[in-house]
């Protein structure tokens, strides 16, 4: 029996991509974490915490290049001052470098992620991510 | 003269000891109290009373602990089972969870202050993908004695679904769920929760392991 779905703490604002055919293009992915909360960044300061990753499904339309991720801001939780953590908050956006071949796609995937808030953190997650590319 | 400056150098060295104790002392003490002022509680006192928070309401408390069987550490089996008659804390945790790691030293302490009531901690590890060696580093760095249990996937779905980390269940000496929290509280929180435990469910049973 399936599940209810699970809550997401980060969203993700699907764009329309206008792209050149057959040349690199970048295409900007741009998620929000729910106010309170806070997710690793893609390069967390420990070995243990869940980066942030961008995982996408292999396609002969468009061929996606390694992401690029922001650098997160440093954080702490107030019972831990010592423990710094590198996290995303609020609006952040991932660079997705593309080749395209000519028409309309599109690229799917998901950002896996895990957040918390100053007191609280909750499992994993992936956010499913649709890539509406339309190449010239 | 030179036993004198030789005293005078040991009186000076003797009073910024006693200054850096006081101060280390005092620095803790204010540390303390900005974890206190920030500790949020994410489930209501009373049940029933968490409008829009379906997923953090304590839909456990006033039932029966549901039993499992889990491998420790060192893959033995270990049921809940095995801990009847006595007072026992079911903590939920994870190696990627920072407020979890903040608890648990307080609850090695607080096993320890209780043994003698038959008080007992399970924490089970929700963190399937860690591996047992990281997550026996992180119990051993947070000087846990009590045992860590390794979740199978079930254990969750069966103590209502863990949506949130640290998930603490309070299961009296009958087996019954007396409290559930969700969420880093202060350690005084956690030892009335504790002491509420042990006075529950009859105190004369002193059975058990």
Redesign the interface.
Same mark, same amino acid.
């Given at each position: 029996m399936p599940?209810p779905k699970?809550?997401q703490y980060v969203t993700y604002q699907s764009d329309q991509h206008d792209l050149e055919a057959g040349k690199r293009e970048v295409v900007e992915l741009h998620f929000r974490v729910a106010e309170g909360y806070h997710v690793n960044s893609h390069t967390p300061k420990s070995e243990?915490?869940?980066p942030t990753a961008l995982h996408l499904d292999s396609s002969t339309d468009v061929k996606a290049l390694p992401a690029e991720y922001p650098a997160g801001t440093l954080y702490n939780?107030?019972?831990?001052?010592s423990?710094k953590?590198d996290v995303y908050t609020g609006e952040f956006t991932v660079r997705l470098p593309v080749v395209a071949q000519a028409g309309a796609h599109a690229l799917t995937g998901s950002l896996h992620y895990?957040a918390?808030?100053?007191?609280?953190?909750?499992?994993?997650r992936s956010l499913p991510v649709q890539i509406a590319v339309t190449a010239k | 003269m030179r036993r004198a400056s030789i005293l005078g150098v040991m009186v000076v060295g003797i009073a910024l000891l006693l200054w850096a104790g006081w101060h280390n002392l005092r620095e803790r003490k204010l540390?303390m109290q900005?974890?206190r002022?920030?500790?949020?509680v994410?489930i209501p006192d009373k049940a029933g009373q968490a409008e829009g928070e379906d997923?953090l309401a304590p839909k456990m408390r006033g039932k029966q602990a549901p039993n499992f069987t889990l491998k420790n550490l060192d893959g033995k089996k270990v049921s809940l089972d095995d801990y009847k008659g006595r007072p026992v804390l079911i903590n939920f945790w *994870?190696?990627?969870?920072?407020?979890?790691k +903040?608890e648990m030293p307080w609850f090695e302490q607080l096993r320890n202050q209780y043994a003698a009531q038959g008080f007992e901690i399970l924490g089970l590890a929700?963190d399937a993908d *860690?591996g047992k060696d990281?997550i026996a580093k +992180?119990a051993q760095k947070s000087g846990v004695t009590y045992p860590i249990l390794l979740t199978d996937g079930k254990v969750q779905d069966a103590y209502g679904?863990?949506?949130?980390?640290?998930m603490s269940f309070y299961v009296d000496r009958k087996g019954t769920i007396v409290e559930q929290t969700?969420?880093?509280g202060s350690k005084d929180q956690i030892e009335a929760n504790i002491k509420k435990t042990i006075a529950s469910g009859g105190a004369t049973e002193t059975g058990g392991l």
């Open positions: 599940g699970p809550k243990l915490l869940i939780f107030s019972f831990n001052p423990e953590l895990q918390c808030d100053k007191a609280a953190c909750y499992p994993p | 540390a900005k974890a002022e920030n500790q949020v994410l997923d *994870a190696t990627w969870c920072g407020p979890c +903040v929700d *860690a990281a +992180v679904g863990l949506d949130v980390l640290p969700a969420g880093l």
